[in-house]
């Protein structure tokens, strides 16, 4: 059994729109994976559920032994973390060191344990710097690292980051990328939504894909890249190195700079 499964899960609002459609996925431990898709695809909605943010109307999601709907929304945020898109859903303290250890002062740990998991999140995140300022004095896209940094304080073993990219330069997205695969290394399981193409190219070996409030394939890189036919279900594109190698002519099935250097050198 895997560790997440999402079994035949629909989703409708109370006035009948369906947001998610009959899907079924599997999630192992310690994976790190992607979900890619339009807007209006099913992702978003598909990831409050498995918070618990939201209810399955049709279907069954596990989270380990856990049935999400058999537990309250905190019940299952001590086991799965979730990162909002817009940090501004997220924060409500008045200083980035107090929204980084409330949850933890929630579960009433220890000082030390909570100075040490808050003294991480902050090293990982370069929040440091940032601890005693109001998030609110700080740019949108330093703000969104003040919501990852509470999430990974909270050890959670399943992080949810709801486009993280979103909004973030270069720094930001190499930022991004190290923290994924700090998390990775310790043995956490994350699952990421994004737009940004080459950011998944790069960053995931497994990503699973979603069109029409259902999901409609997964994959390597590789796989989900250079299937066309998929892509143009989804309405996606390739990241930027696999068109351009496309139209040199080069057979292999790139997906990275790294990649496409290595064949033209």
Same mark, same amino acid.
């Given at each position: 059994m $895997? ?10 609002y ?6 998610? !459609?009959?899907?079924?996925l599997k999630?192992?431990?310690?994976e790190?994976?992607a ?5 209006g695809?099913?992702?978003? =909605? =598909?990831?409050?559920?498995?918070? *618990?943010?939201?209810?399955?109307t049709?279907? =069954? ?6 049935d999400t709907?058999n537990?309250?929304t ?8 979730y990162?909002?898109q ?6 409500f303290?008045s ?6 250890e409330?949850?933890? /002062?929630k579960?009433?740990? $220890?000082?030390e344990?909570?100075?040490k998991?808050?003294e991480y999140?902050?090293?990982l995140?370069g929040m ?8 609110y004095?700080?740019?949108? $896209?330093?703000?969104?690292?003040v919501t ?5 304080a909270?050890d959670? !073993?399943v ?6 990219? *979103?909004?973030?330069d270069l ?20 699952? =990421?939504i ?17 069109a029409?409030?259902k ?5 390597t890189?590789?796989d989900?890249?250079?299937?066309f ?5 989804a309405?996606?594109?390739q990241?930027?190195v696999?068109?351009?190698c ?6 292999e /099935?790139v997906?990275t700079?790294?990649q496409a250097v290595s064949?033209?050198?």
């Amino acid at each position: 059994m $895997s560790y997440i499964e999402v079994k035949n899960v629909s989703f409708a609002y109370p006035n009948g729109y369906i947001a998610v !459609d009959d899907i079924s996925l599997k999630i192992e431990k310690g994976e790190n994976i992607a979900i890619i898709g339009q807007n209006g695809a099913g992702k978003s =909605t =598909t990831v409050k559920m498995l918070n *618990a943010l939201q209810y399955p109307t049709k279907g =069954t999601i596990m989270i380990g032994d856990m049935d999400t709907k058999n537990y309250t929304t905190a019940q299952v945020s001590r086991v799965v973390g979730y990162v909002f898109q817009n940090p501004d859903d997220q924060i409500f303290h008045s200083s980035v060191l107090q929204e980084v250890e409330y949850g933890l /002062r929630k579960q009433k740990l $220890s000082e030390e344990q909570i100075k040490k998991q808050v003294e991480y999140a902050l090293r990982l995140t370069g929040m440091e710097q940032f601890k005693k300022e109001n998030p609110y004095n700080l740019p949108l $896209s330093v703000r969104k690292f003040v919501t990852i940094a509470a999430i990974v304080a909270s050890d959670c !073993d399943v992080m949810i980051f709801d486009e993280p990219t *979103a909004g973030q330069d270069l720094m930001g997205n190499r930022k991004l990328s190290h923290i994924l695969k700090e998390l990775h290394k310790k043995g956490k399981t994350t699952i =990421t939504i994004s737009h940004d193409m080459e950011f998944v190219a790069n960053n995931f070996k497994k990503i699973i894909v979603m069109a029409n409030k259902k999901v409609v394939g997964e994959g390597t890189p590789e796989d989900v890249f250079w299937d066309f036919e998929l892509l143009e279900k989804a309405m996606l594109k390739q990241p930027y190195v696999s068109r351009l190698c496309q139209k040199l002519g080069i057979g292999e /099935r790139v997906v990275t700079l790294e990649q496409a250097v290595s064949l033209l050198v």
